[in-house]
Every structure is written in C-alpha cells, then in structure tokens.
C-alpha cells in the first residue's frame, strides 16, 4: 500500500503567512485572516499556528482552494507594501526632471531580476538581519497612464516600545507605567509615485516609527533620486497643515461630500493651555462631544494643530468592516509660529492593503 505524503507548506508559502500575521498591525491582520475563513487565537502567536495549521489541511483536502487562499493572501501584501502604514510627502518638482528620473529608473529597472509579485521581495530575519541598514534597493517598477511607481527595500533600525505590568517589577509599583525599549532590524518598503509635476513619496512607517526616523527615511529616498538626477535636483514640498481645520469643519469641498470621523485632535484653548484627545471607538466622533461643541461656542474656534480622522473601508474582495485612517500630525510651534516656521510636510497613512484604499484618503489631501 502506498501511503498519501504528508502536506508540508513551501517556503514561499510559509513566508506569506509569517508576513501577514506578523508584518502587518495586528488589527488589520486578524479582520483579514478571518474574512478568509482562517481559524483565529489569542495573540499573533497563537492565531499564527492555527493559521498554519488550517493552510496544511486545507492543502491536503482541497488543493485548488488552498491557492486560492494563498494567492489572496499575497494579493493583500501586495497591497499592504506599496500603501500600508506610510508617511505621505508630496513635491513638486520640476517636469523635465521628472521625465529624466522616469527613464532612468525604468531603465535601471529593465535591467534588473523581475520578481513574479511584491511578496518574493520579503526578507526572512537572517537575510534582514545579514544586510547593511538604510540603503534603498530598487525592488519594483511601473508605468501606467503617464504615472511611474518605484519600489525600494531597504533595512531599518527601529526602536521597539512595550509597556510592562507595573505588577511585574515590584520595585516600581507605585509608578503609572513602565515602557522597555529595544532596537529590531526590520524590512521596510518606501515608494515613489512620479506623476505630472509631482514627486510623491511614500515612507513605510511599519507602524510605529517616530517623526525623526520618517525624516531620515525620507532623506535617504531623496538621496536616491540626487543620485539618479544629479546635483541639480530641485523640489518644494507640500506643507500638510492648511488642511487641518477644512478638514475639521467639513463644509467645503472636497470634505463636505465625503463621510467621516474624526478620532485624533489637537489643539491650544483660549486660556493658552494644549489639549489632546483620541478616541478608540471607531463609530465616535470627537466633534461630536460636548467639551468641543461648547469650548468652540464660547470662544468661535479653537486652534487646531493636528487632526486624525477614520473612514469607512470599501473592499468587496474581503469583507472588511473596519476604517482606514489618516493623520496629519501638526505641531504647537507650526500653529505659533505660521508659515515662517517648518511645515508639516507629510501625512499619515494607515491601515491600506490597496490601491483603492490608498486613493480613499489620498483624495482628502493631494
């Protein structure tokens, strides 16, 4: 009698999954891996193994299901690498430099290995811890409708926040919080979107990265197009904070046709005092609270410096009912100061594993 040999995961395969349940934010992952009819746990650990462990069976009773399930599951990366969780620059710059740095890019691209999709990019954690940080590689080119999008990978320090139980180091129990900190080497995937007069660069923030590694990330992609362009390069950025309080009041257009919440503010009261507000509740917002409707009646406004706001998902694809959330992370001294002092020069981007997300919030800003 022969027996059946045992369904095993391929390498590429086992790599797709790692990549989902542990590269992007876990409230994005799980929606996910539930709307493909994946067994879910407690944590990532415990939902990765279930994960595996229903992709192993699913592999050895339906095959063509399995790829199927595979091959969404990389649809999403994708997505998830070229959109998700980016800082958002926009430049303008000249065109004929544009059309230059088009051709050579295209040109550097065409003679490079093309990969089959984004996710045979990703990196295991010898291969990211083996590589020097901060040095952009072209991993992805195209061209559509006059508009060119360039992919670089590249190997990052971040630093890792957690907070502990204050319950677990007895010595500090009469603190509020403990954070431990420690610096993990990750892959990160920043993008260029050459359109008309326009640079758009997006910097992958992987979630958690702080205004002064966005900016150094950023430097280093712009380093790149000196590199490609010459000395010459020329660009003004766009200054992100005019938008916020259009944003806020939402009677003009494009914000008065479009639907959503606000959950992050900032702002300086009448008595010269900062206040900071977030909410959780997706379904919330903070417009809608009684602390804001009368501090804006008593005093005709208030000075917002920066906002946060959630919009409904559209994916047919997976059923997902949850938000994407956009940013724009203005500063006190940006309100102080005005024009004069430095411009908020990007916006926030959260939760997109696509195009069309991507899109969604884009069509607030740019």
């Given at each position: 009698m022969i027996g059946h040999t045992p369904a095993v995961l391929?390498?590429?395969e086992l790599k797709s999954v790692l990549t989902l349940t542990e590269r992007l934010s876990w409230n994005v992952a799980r929606p996910i891996v539930g709307s493909l009819g994946l067994p879910t746990g407690k944590g990532r650990e415990a939902t990765t193994d279930k994960v595996v462990e229903a992709l192993l069976e699913l592999k050895k009773i339906d095959p063509n299901k399995f790829n199927t399930t595979i091959g969404t599951i990389n649809d999403v990366l994708d997505g998830q690498i070229m959109f998700g969780e980016k800082a958002l620059f926009s430049l303008t710059v000249d065109k004929l430099i544009i059309d230059d740095l088009k051709?050579?890019?295209l040109t550097?691209?065409?003679?490079n290995k093309k990969p089959n999709s984004l996710s045979e990019t990703l990196l295991d954690e010898a291969q990211v811890n083996s590589l020097v940080k901060n040095k952009p590689e072209l991993v992805f080119h195209s061209s559509h409708n006059n508009i060119s999008i360039v992919l670089f990978s590249s190997i990052r320090e971040q630093v890792i926040r957690e907070k502990i139980p204050t319950q677990a180091l007895p010595q500090f129990n009469n603190y509020d919080e403990i954070i431990a900190k420690r610096?993990?080497?990750k892959q990160c995937y920043d993008v260029c979107i050459f359109s008309g007069d326009k640079i758009h660069i997006l910097i992958d923030t992987a979630g958690n990265a702080i205004g002064e590694s966005i900016l150094f990330s950023k430097g280093n992609i712009v380093s790149e197009l000196y590199l490609e362009y010459g000395s010459n390069f020329k660009a003004n950025e766009k200054d992100f904070y005019p938008l916020i309080e259009p944003i806020f009041n939402q009677n003009s257009l494009p914000y008065s046709n479009l639907d959503y919440k606000v959950f992050d503010l900032s702002f300086l009261t009448n008595e010269g005092t900062t206040h900071k507000e977030k909410k959780n509740t997706a379904n919330k917002d903070l417009r809608d609270d009684i602390f804001n409707k009368e501090?804006?009646?008593a005093v005709g406004n208030i000075g917002l410096y920066r906002i946060g706001i959630r919009v409904e998902r559209n994916n047919p694809?997976?059923?997902l009912a949850d938000n994407l959330e956009l940013i724009i992370p203005g500063t006190l001294r940006r309100h102080l100061g005005g024009?004069?002092?430095?411009p908020v020069s990007y916006a926030l981007l959260s939760k997109c594993i696509c195009k069309d997300d991507f899109e969604t919030l884009t069509k607030l800003i740019l």
């Open positions: 391929s390498d590429s051709s050579k890019f550097k691209w065409n003679a610096k993990e080497k501090g804006i009646k694809q997976l059923q024009s004069s002092t430095s």
